[in-house]
């Protein structure tokens, strides 16, 4: 595809969003990113968003018009399958089921860390907390020797858990360290992650600062820390 024809709907915290952008630029295809206000949402925006939310995808067709893609799931397998190579994807069938399954227990385990770092009273938090903790302990168990998901290539579900580790980047040590102790596969897999260039090429050099003022905002505990 030549540049410009994806667009990429954006929110600068949102880590829906991020999957989709390290998918493109583990990709290495050209796309244009489009941040929006979710607090203000605009109209053009509505307009294409059935559910109100990003990321969003719209895929310039030859005959000049778009065709908007939503829901980050949707949005990554179409890339994997109409984009170069590498494929995020196994070809396996049974391989690329576990995969897909993965990704879901990835969502889930995204709205555990989400609800823990965003907890305003202790009880939350550290029910939450040992939620978040619980999902990571099965996922110590079934991951390869790494250091990705499953070994030594890059594959979506990389994708997936990479946005939900680097909230755990930018608190202090003493606050994300706890939470990864005794898992030797999941450090090693969440230092992999960070140092992988599409990962980092996902969110701009804000992303800290727009994060830590977010958790103020909503008066999280761990804005306290």
């Excluded at 595809?1 to 667009?7: A, G, I, N, S």
């Excluded at 799931?73 to 179409?78: D, K, L, P």
Aim: some cysteine.
């Amino acid at each position: 595809m030549q540049p410009r024809q994806l667009t990429l709907v954006s929110h600068m915290l949102c880590p829906f969003v991020q999957r989709a952008a390290i998918v493109l630029l583990e990709k290495g295809v050209p796309f244009e990113r489009i941040n929006v206000d979710l607090k203000a949402k605009p109209d053009w925006f509505l307009a294409i968003s059935p559910t109100g939310k990003v990321p969003l995808l719209k895929v310039r067709q030859t005959d000049g018009s778009d065709v908007v893609l939503f829901e980050s799931v949707a949005i990554c397998e179409y890339l994997d399958e109409t984009q170069p190579a590498p494929r995020l994807l196994p070809n396996d069938p049974i391989a690329r089921a576990q995969h897909r399954a993965w990704i879901e227990y990835g969502t889930a385990t995204l709205g555990d860390a989400w609800q823990f770092l965003n907890a305003t009273d202790l009880a939350t938090s550290q029910a939450r907390s040992a939620a978040f903790r619980d999902r990571l302990t099965h996922l110590e168990q079934v991951l390869a020797t790494g250091p990705y998901f499953g070994g030594t290539e890059f594959s979506l579900v990389d994708a997936v858990f990479a946005p939900i580790f680097r909230y755990f980047d930018v608190l202090p040590e003493p606050v994300s360290a706890p939470l990864f102790e005794t898992l030797p596969k999941i450090s090693v897999w969440r230092l992999a992650l960070r140092a992988r260039e599409s990962v980092q090429g996902a969110v701009d050099k804000t992303y800290g600062d727009r994060f830590r003022s977010h958790l103020e905002e909503q008066r999280a505990l761990l804005a306290q820390s």
